[in-house]
Protein backbone atom coordinates (compact mmCIF):
# COMPACT_ATOMS: atom_id res chain seq x y z
CA UNK A 1 0.00 0.00 0.00
CA UNK A 2 1.07 3.37 -0.89
CA UNK A 3 2.23 5.73 2.62
CA UNK A 4 2.79 9.11 2.70
CA UNK A 5 5.27 10.49 5.75
CA UNK A 6 4.90 14.42 6.17
CA UNK A 7 7.56 14.48 9.41
CA UNK A 8 6.75 18.12 10.34
CA UNK A 9 3.55 18.55 12.01
CA UNK A 10 4.21 22.71 12.59
CA UNK A 11 5.95 24.99 10.81
CA UNK A 12 6.29 28.81 11.16
CA UNK A 13 8.12 31.42 8.56
CA UNK A 14 8.66 35.02 8.92
CA UNK A 15 6.50 36.82 6.08
CA UNK A 16 8.98 37.46 3.07
CA UNK A 17 10.98 34.64 3.77
CA UNK A 18 10.92 31.17 2.33
CA UNK A 19 10.42 27.85 3.98
CA UNK A 20 10.50 24.43 2.78
CA UNK A 21 7.64 22.02 3.97
CA UNK A 22 8.89 18.01 3.60
CA UNK A 23 7.34 14.80 2.62
CA UNK A 24 8.19 11.11 1.27
CA UNK A 25 6.58 8.28 -0.19
CA UNK A 26 6.21 4.91 -0.37
CA UNK A 27 5.64 3.05 -3.88
CA UNK A 28 6.41 0.47 -5.49
CA UNK A 29 4.48 2.25 -9.02
CA UNK A 30 6.45 4.01 -11.49
CA UNK A 31 4.07 6.14 -12.64
CA UNK A 32 2.13 8.35 -10.48
CA UNK A 33 1.15 11.87 -9.56
CA UNK A 34 2.35 13.94 -6.43
CA UNK A 35 0.40 16.83 -5.23
CA UNK A 36 0.25 19.31 -2.26
CA UNK A 37 -2.90 20.83 -1.10
CA UNK A 38 -3.61 23.40 1.06
CA UNK A 39 -6.28 23.92 3.41
CA UNK A 40 -6.76 27.36 5.11
CA UNK A 41 -8.89 28.31 8.13
CA UNK A 42 -12.10 28.02 5.61
CA UNK A 43 -11.63 24.34 5.16
CA UNK A 44 -11.22 24.45 0.89
CA UNK A 45 -8.91 21.78 -0.03
CA UNK A 46 -7.24 23.81 -2.44
CA UNK A 47 -4.62 22.59 -5.10
CA UNK A 48 -1.13 24.18 -4.72
CA UNK A 49 0.69 22.27 -7.18
CA UNK A 50 0.88 18.86 -8.94
CA UNK A 51 4.12 16.81 -10.12
CA UNK A 52 3.96 13.94 -12.30
CA UNK A 53 6.38 11.26 -11.80
CA UNK A 54 7.69 10.72 -15.58
CA UNK A 55 8.65 14.34 -15.79
CA UNK A 56 12.40 14.91 -14.51
CA UNK A 57 11.61 18.78 -14.34
CA UNK A 58 10.39 20.19 -10.88
CA UNK A 59 7.08 21.45 -10.99
CA UNK A 60 7.03 25.30 -9.99
CA UNK A 61 3.71 27.82 -10.16
CA UNK A 62 4.62 31.44 -9.37
CA UNK A 63 5.84 31.51 -5.30
CA UNK A 64 5.48 27.56 -4.69
CA UNK A 65 8.09 24.90 -6.08
CA UNK A 66 8.84 21.17 -5.51
CA UNK A 67 12.23 19.90 -5.38
CA UNK A 68 11.48 16.43 -6.56
CA UNK A 69 13.34 13.32 -6.02
CA UNK A 70 12.32 10.17 -7.12
CA UNK A 71 14.68 7.66 -6.40
CA UNK A 72 14.85 9.08 -2.82
CA UNK A 73 10.74 9.12 -3.33
CA UNK A 74 10.76 12.66 -1.87
CA UNK A 75 8.79 15.93 -2.60
CA UNK A 76 9.10 18.79 -0.90
CA UNK A 77 7.76 22.42 -1.20
CA UNK A 78 9.25 25.65 -0.99
CA UNK A 79 7.28 28.95 -0.92
CA UNK A 80 9.35 31.89 -1.59
CA UNK A 81 8.44 35.48 -0.65
CA UNK A 82 6.30 33.85 2.16
CA UNK A 83 2.68 35.92 2.52
CA UNK A 84 0.19 35.36 5.35
CA UNK A 85 -2.34 34.38 3.36
CA UNK A 86 -0.16 31.34 2.89
CA UNK A 87 -0.82 30.19 6.77
CA UNK A 88 -2.99 27.13 6.32
CA UNK A 89 -2.47 23.49 6.55
CA UNK A 90 -0.69 21.66 3.60
CA UNK A 91 -1.26 18.04 2.58
CA UNK A 92 1.28 16.40 0.58
CA UNK A 93 -0.67 13.67 -1.68
CA UNK A 94 0.30 10.88 -3.67
CA UNK A 95 -2.59 9.40 -6.60
CA UNK A 96 -2.12 6.26 -8.10
CA UNK A 97 -3.45 5.02 -11.37
CA UNK A 98 -7.01 4.06 -10.71
CA UNK A 99 -7.52 7.75 -9.34
CA UNK A 100 -7.14 6.77 -5.48
CA UNK A 101 -5.57 10.18 -3.99
CA UNK A 102 -3.34 9.09 -0.15
CA UNK A 103 -2.86 11.91 1.84
CA UNK A 104 0.01 12.45 4.56
CA UNK A 105 -1.12 13.91 7.67
CA UNK A 106 -0.52 17.67 7.00
CA UNK A 107 1.99 20.28 8.32
CA UNK A 108 0.38 23.31 9.86
CA UNK A 109 2.09 26.45 8.59
CA UNK A 110 2.36 29.55 10.63
CA UNK A 111 3.17 33.08 8.80
CA UNK A 112 4.65 35.45 11.38
CA UNK A 113 4.53 39.51 10.45
CA UNK B 1 -14.75 28.73 -5.79
CA UNK B 2 -13.36 25.36 -7.30
CA UNK B 3 -16.90 24.45 -8.51
CA UNK B 4 -17.48 21.59 -6.51
CA UNK B 5 -20.50 22.66 -4.09
CA UNK B 6 -21.35 20.91 -0.58
CA UNK B 7 -24.62 21.23 1.33
CA UNK B 8 -24.80 21.40 3.67
CA UNK B 9 -22.02 23.21 5.58
CA UNK B 10 -22.16 22.29 9.07
CA UNK B 11 -25.27 19.35 10.24
CA UNK B 12 -25.81 18.14 13.83
CA UNK B 13 -27.37 14.79 14.21
CA UNK B 14 -28.34 12.31 16.95
CA UNK B 15 -27.29 8.21 16.81
CA UNK B 16 -30.96 7.67 15.46
CA UNK B 17 -31.32 10.13 12.95
CA UNK B 18 -31.24 9.82 9.20
CA UNK B 19 -29.82 12.78 6.77
CA UNK B 20 -28.07 13.27 3.88
CA UNK B 21 -24.80 14.99 2.49
CA UNK B 22 -25.52 17.01 -1.30
CA UNK B 23 -22.06 17.37 -3.66
CA UNK B 24 -22.21 19.02 -6.99
CA UNK B 25 -20.06 19.72 -9.69
CA UNK B 26 -19.90 21.88 -12.12
CA UNK B 27 -16.76 21.09 -13.72
CA UNK B 28 -17.77 18.58 -16.08
CA UNK B 29 -15.61 15.74 -14.22
CA UNK B 30 -16.22 11.47 -14.59
CA UNK B 31 -15.04 10.45 -11.23
CA UNK B 32 -16.22 11.48 -7.78
CA UNK B 33 -15.00 10.92 -4.24
CA UNK B 34 -16.08 11.36 -0.85
CA UNK B 35 -13.34 11.55 1.82
CA UNK B 36 -13.78 11.45 5.74
CA UNK B 37 -11.50 13.85 7.58
CA UNK B 38 -11.25 13.53 11.27
CA UNK B 39 -9.16 15.11 13.44
CA UNK B 40 -5.32 14.10 13.93
CA UNK B 41 -5.17 11.78 11.16
CA UNK B 42 -4.85 11.76 7.41
CA UNK B 43 -7.91 12.04 4.85
CA UNK B 44 -9.23 8.83 4.42
CA UNK B 45 -10.40 7.87 1.17
CA UNK B 46 -14.38 6.22 1.82
CA UNK B 47 -16.31 5.46 -1.79
CA UNK B 48 -14.62 6.43 -5.50
CA UNK B 49 -17.29 6.53 -8.55
CA UNK B 50 -16.05 6.70 -12.21
CA UNK B 51 -18.56 7.07 -14.72
CA UNK B 52 -21.49 6.88 -11.80
CA UNK B 53 -20.29 3.21 -10.81
CA UNK B 54 -19.27 2.67 -7.41
CA UNK B 55 -15.57 1.00 -8.13
CA UNK B 56 -14.02 1.82 -4.53
CA UNK B 57 -15.57 0.79 -1.42
CA UNK B 58 -12.52 1.12 1.40
CA UNK B 59 -14.45 -0.95 4.09
CA UNK B 60 -16.74 1.91 5.15
CA UNK B 61 -19.61 0.92 7.60
CA UNK B 62 -22.71 0.50 6.15
CA UNK B 63 -24.37 2.97 8.27
CA UNK B 64 -22.77 5.12 5.36
CA UNK B 65 -24.16 4.86 1.88
CA UNK B 66 -23.52 6.45 -0.92
CA UNK B 67 -25.54 7.51 -3.80
CA UNK B 68 -24.35 8.75 -7.43
CA UNK B 69 -27.49 9.19 -10.20
CA UNK B 70 -25.28 11.15 -12.45
CA UNK B 71 -21.72 11.92 -12.98
CA UNK B 72 -22.67 15.58 -11.55
CA UNK B 73 -24.59 14.77 -8.12
CA UNK B 74 -23.15 12.79 -5.26
CA UNK B 75 -24.79 11.69 -1.79
CA UNK B 76 -23.61 10.21 1.48
CA UNK B 77 -26.85 9.04 3.28
CA UNK B 78 -26.34 8.69 7.14
CA UNK B 79 -28.14 6.40 9.07
CA UNK B 80 -27.58 5.33 13.02
CA UNK B 81 -24.32 7.31 13.08
CA UNK B 82 -21.51 6.47 15.83
CA UNK B 83 -19.95 9.95 17.50
CA UNK B 84 -16.84 8.95 16.37
CA UNK B 85 -18.35 9.23 13.35
CA UNK B 86 -18.03 13.14 13.45
CA UNK B 87 -15.69 14.32 11.20
CA UNK B 88 -15.78 16.91 7.92
CA UNK B 89 -16.60 15.10 5.00
CA UNK B 90 -15.13 16.51 1.79
CA UNK B 91 -16.41 15.73 -1.70
CA UNK B 92 -13.97 16.13 -4.86
CA UNK B 93 -14.16 15.28 -8.72
CA UNK B 94 -11.95 14.75 -11.46
CA UNK B 95 -11.78 13.99 -14.66
CA UNK B 96 -9.99 10.31 -14.82
CA UNK B 97 -7.19 9.91 -18.09
CA UNK B 98 -4.01 10.30 -19.17
CA UNK B 99 -2.15 13.86 -18.13
CA UNK B 100 -5.90 14.92 -16.17
CA UNK B 101 -5.49 13.57 -13.26
CA UNK B 102 -5.94 16.24 -10.25
CA UNK B 103 -8.45 16.69 -7.71
CA UNK B 104 -11.34 19.57 -6.74
CA UNK B 105 -12.63 19.54 -3.44
CA UNK B 106 -15.72 21.25 -2.00
CA UNK B 107 -15.56 23.25 1.57
CA UNK B 108 -16.72 20.01 3.13
CA UNK B 109 -19.61 19.13 5.88
CA UNK B 110 -18.57 19.25 9.07
CA UNK B 111 -20.50 16.33 10.89
CA UNK B 112 -21.18 16.30 14.84
CA UNK B 113 -23.05 13.22 16.06
CA UNK B 114 -24.28 13.43 19.51
Known amino acids: AQTVTQSQPEMSVQEAETVTLSCTYD???????LFWYKQPPSRQMILVIR??????QNATENRFSVNFQKAAKSFSLKISDSQLGDAAMYFCAYLTSGSRLTFGEGTQLTVNP | ETGVTQTPRHLVMGMTNKKSLKCEQHLGHNAMYWYKQSAKKPLELMFVYSLEERVENNSVPSRFSPECPNSSHLFLHLHTLQPEDSALYLC?????????????FGSGTQLSVL
Open chain 2, 92 to 104: ASSQVGRGSEKLF
Open chain 1, 51 to 56: QEAYKQ
Open chain 1, 27 to 33: TSESDYY
